[in-house]
């Protein structure tokens, strides 16, 4: 779609849907972001308009596509860096992670296990789980004491 017929769609109570330039200028310091890069191509793009906006809030570029993430990280050599690991982990879940230098793990909730998130912390990484949406599966996640649950229900976190 274009970014005008994207406009034109109702992001919830008759708004439209922002820009990046827009979201990262409403969010200013006051939150931090995750910036999900779902595309190929747009990583670039992407740090060039968090540059020019000067955002001062935390922010972490996230994606399952590593060439954007390599592309974010040779741009940027201070970005932090989500590696989300898709519901089937890879046979070396750690080798991306520690390529990139990358400073957040995003895990499928369901993928998660005591010896996975310790693998992870003795790496000094920490751990964030998605989309973690049903209150016994937040609560599990609690226990197990991930650094961030991400979901669909903020106000049940």
Not at 14 to 39: H, S
Not at 54 to 79: C, K, N, V, W
Not at 109 to 136: A, H, I, M
Request: with cysteine; charged share 25%; aromatic share 6%.
């Amino acid at each position: 779609m274009s970014l005008e017929q994207i406009q034109r769609l109702d992001a919830g109570n008759w708004q439209r849907v922002p820009t990046l330039e827009e979201a990262l200028d409403v969010a200013g310091r006051a939150v931090g972001m995750i910036l999900e890069l779902k595309v190929e191509g747009i990583s670039n793009e992407a740090c060039a308009i968090v540059k020019r906006t000067g955002f001062l809030g935390p922010l972490i570029y996230a994606s399952f596509l590593m060439p954007e993430l390599q592309r974010i990280r040779h741009t940027d050599p201070d970005a932090k860096i989500m590696v989300l690991q898709h519901r089937r982990l890879p046979p070396d879940p750690v080798a991306d992670v520690v390529a990139l230098d990358a400073s957040h793990v995003g895990l499928h909730f369901s993928t998660v296990t005591p010896v996975l998130l310790q693998t992870y912390r003795n790496l000094g990484r920490q751990v964030f789980v998605y989309t973690v949406n049903e209150p016994k599966d937040i609560q599990r996640m609690r226990n197990l004491g991930v650094d961030g649950i991400i979901s669909d229900y903020p106000d049940r976190i």
